[in-house]
């Protein structure tokens, strides 16, 4: 283990938890985010094809809480230009969407490029770009083609060839107007979440084998994507080019409980930052070792953890411009008692590792009962991964609070408030240097298994109403003020 967490812990003791100059650093940038199942709907129309959350959806309508569907969802194919009438009004810099590959590719392949799909995209970041809002786009947000689906997926290895080529289609389309691009958002759902538990799609358990088949091909698609940029669009149009990961902090529970601590934080962050940030590249070693064991334990012939040979582990390391991740809480964690049961990994207990995951009464729960609110959390984040992998620039890819919806979201302010002020704490105290923020979200939209129960937006979207009607929370109010006044130093007014 390079880096001792009881260090950083007391480090971080030795600092208070306040900050004075409420202001963020010049060029600090502002955004908000959706993703294209969420918001689009339009789910059959024209040539789109089927991806496997339609699939997942249709198929089984009880897998989603009170059967919603991304049918419809935001109609925001149908409203660009209402959604880039709110993007503008809250006077954002960027605005991160994904795109759907199978409204770009109905095949999944490039024989065949979607003349509608390429338009509604067309038409989006004209807009955004004419407001004066900078697209910031994610090539993948779960929404892969059925039809790739049936050929494995994310387990076949040539997955990563398919990404490639879908990538080098949207790079060509747009890639002399966007500057800003993530190639897949939170590949550990894409992998530990659906491969463990069944609950995302496609529905594919197969925790062992299928969850690290899935890791591996997707550190490869990554990077695959990533050398396309680099070498054949880098040149001419100079973006940027990174994944968001998905990190939960995780905090040991006492000081003994720091070894277990740890082992979390590199089997759910370093299994998918590791091989493409460290110097070394591949799986993290302590990872690596605890999977080679258990697989031989469980009677597997070899690890499940499928290996890296050296030219992929050199193919993969450095194909970033940037770390992006995703943050919305934390876990604490223990060694497990002699003879305790546990709950079902990654959303409950760490039975791999024999730890146990437990939430502090003074983290208060949200609405979709998977996240507590622990703003520490994320600047001790931001901390671990400068630590492991180096100085680099650090892009907040989504943060924000679910609820059970209101107007008056008092709630949803003061946890932006919260987690920006840890930001700015690790930005001067910690001399990390985070350049982006992004809220999630910009509206309500389709949150997955839980439906349109819980509510994540900076505008309240009514799901009732054929018209999907947008109003801008009390938090929108908010989030505009503190974007002109490039602080947090706001007042907000409770006159909506
Ligand atoms: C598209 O799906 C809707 C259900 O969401 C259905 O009513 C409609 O007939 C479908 N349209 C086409 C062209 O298949
Ligand atoms: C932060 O990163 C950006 C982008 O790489 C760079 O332009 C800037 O100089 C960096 N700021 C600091 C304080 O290192």
Redesign the pocket.
């Known amino acids: 283990m390079r880096w001792c967490s009881a260090l950083v812990f007391s480090a971080l003791i030795a600092v208070s938890w306040s900050v004075e100059d409420l202001t963020f650093p010049p060029g600090f940038k502002f955004g908000a985010a959706t993703s294209s199942y969420q918001i689009e709907g339009a789910?059959?129309s024209s040539d789109k094809s089927e991806s496997v959350w339609d699939r997942f959806v249709h198929d089984e309508p009880t897998r989603i809480r009170n059967s919603d569907n991304g049918?419809?969802a935001c109609d925001s194919y149908n409203q660009v230009e209402r959604d880039i009438e709110m993007v503008a009004d809250l006077g954002l810099d960027y605005y991160r969407f994904s795109i759907a590959w199978p409204r770009i590719l109905p095949s999944g392949f490039p024989n065949y490029i979607s003349k509608e799909g390429t338009d509604h995209y067309n038409r989006l970041i004209d807009g955004l770009l004419a407001k004066g809002v900078e697209p910031f786009i994610t090539l993948f947000h779960w929404d892969l083609p059925q039809s790739l689906q049936d050929l494995g997926g994310w387990t076949n290895p040539l997955s990563a060839d398919w990404f490639a080529d879908y990538a080098r289609v949207v790079f060509t389309l747009y890639g002399d107007r966007v500057k800003l691009w993530l190639t897949l958002n939170e590949p550990i759902v894409t992998c530990d979440l659906s491969y463990i538990t069944g609950i995302t799609a496609p529905g594919v358990v197969s925790p062992d084998v299928g969850t690290y088949l899935c890791n591996k091909n997707l550190m490869l698609a990554h990077a695959k994507a990533w050398r396309v940029y680099d070498e054949e669009f880098k040149p001419k149009y100079h973006g940027k080019v990174s994944i968001a990961n998905h990190l939960l902090w995780f905090e040991p529970q006492t000081e003994a409980d720091t070894e277990v601590a740890e082992l979390a934080l590199q089997h759910l962050a370093g299994r998918y930052c590791h091989p493409i940030y460290s110097k070394e590249g591949g799986w993290p070693a302590s990872i690596e070792k605890l999977l080679d064991k258990l697989s031989l334990e469980r009677g597997y012939a070899r690890s499940t953890l499928p290996a890296f040979t050296q030219e992929e582990k050199e193919y993969v390391r450095g194909t970033y411009d940037f770390f992006a991740f995703n943050h919305y809480s934390g876990r604490q964690i223990r060694w497990a008692k002699e003879g305790e049961t546990f709950s079902q990994w990654p959303l409950g207990d760490a039975e791999d590792l024999n730890g146990k995951i437990e939430f502090p009464e003074h983290w208060p729960p949200t609405a979709s009962s998977i996240f507590y609110v622990y703003p520490e959390g994320i600047r001790k984040q931001l901390l671990w991964v400068k630590q492991q992998y180096g100085d680099l620039e650090f892009v907040i890819t989504e943060n924000g609070l679910d609820t059970l919806g209101g107007r008056d979201d008092h709630d949803r302010i003061s946890y932006f408030r919260e987690y920006l002020k840890q930001i700015l704490l690790a930005i001067r105290e910690d001399g990390i240097n985070v350049t982006h923020y992004t809220a999630w979200s910009l509206m309500d939209l389709f949150e997955w298994m839980d439906g349109y129960h819980s509510k994540f937006g900076l505008y309240e979207v009514d799901f009732t109403d054929p018209k999907r009607t947008r109003t801008p929370r009390l938090s929108a109010h908010w989030y505009k003020k503190v974007i002109k006044a490039h602080s947090l130093d706001v007042t907000v007014n409770d006159e909506l």
Do not use: L, S
Request: charged share 25%; net charge negative.
């Open positions: 789910w059959n049918d419809i």
